[in-house]
């Protein structure tokens, strides 16, 4: 079953991440983005790195497209004609997708596509994936991660500055443009 959904999530990732480049419309192709994103963290999750796969969704899937969708949306972008053809192509698809969501949902309910092992496990489990990364990240590498967190701070402080520069500049310049001989 877990070559058959490998394959499934990488057919998947190269279909959207081909929608990414070839649709014209952006919002459209910043979904297909978010789809590429869940699939490439289904392939992690096949390969147990669960951390990876959810930092993935949430960093990437999440917070990134959020803001891919925020400066699209600030852009205002005027919407494509559609033809009849690009219609009834989008509800075939969307019905499609509902029948295999549907079949999975029928599967799982069935209860042959169960998830987790069919016997019970004797054995202790060893410590997860996630909380390998933890022990690692909080112990061995605690000094090059708060190295990070500073100069991310640092950066962010030093991009607010900046911003606060540029507009007090260019009050400046708006006050000057108005007192010569424009318009009060």
């Known amino acids: 079953m877990i070559p058959f959904l490998f394959i499934g999530f990488a057919v998947l990732l190269v279909a959207s991440s081909l929608m990414v480049i070839l649709h014209r419309n952006p919002v459209t ?103 390998q990364v933890g022990l690692a990240l909080y112990s061995r590498y605690l000094f090059p991660f708060e190295i990070t967190s500073m100069l991310l701070l640092v950066a962010m402080v030093g991009v607010i500055v900046i911003a606060r520069g540029r507009a007090a500049a260019a009050r400046d310049a708006a006050a000057r443009d108005g007192g010569e001989g424009g318009t009060p």
């Open 29 to 131: 192709s910043a979904l297909f983005l978010v789809l590429a994103f869940c699939s490439l963290a289904g392939i992690y999750l096949l390969l147990h790195a669960e951390f990876v796969g959810l930092v993935q969704v949430i960093v990437y899937a999440g917070a990134i497209m959020v803001l891919f969708l925020f400066v699209i949306m600030y852009m205002n972008l005027q919407k494509d004609e559609e033809s009849g053809l690009q219609s009834a192509l989008r509800r075939a698809l969307g019905w499609l997708l509902g029948a295999l969501l549907a079949a999975e949902a029928w599967m799982l309910v069935r209860g042959r596509w169960a998830p987790g092992p069919v016997a019970p496990q004797t054995l202790a489990p060893p410590a997860g994936n996630t909380q």
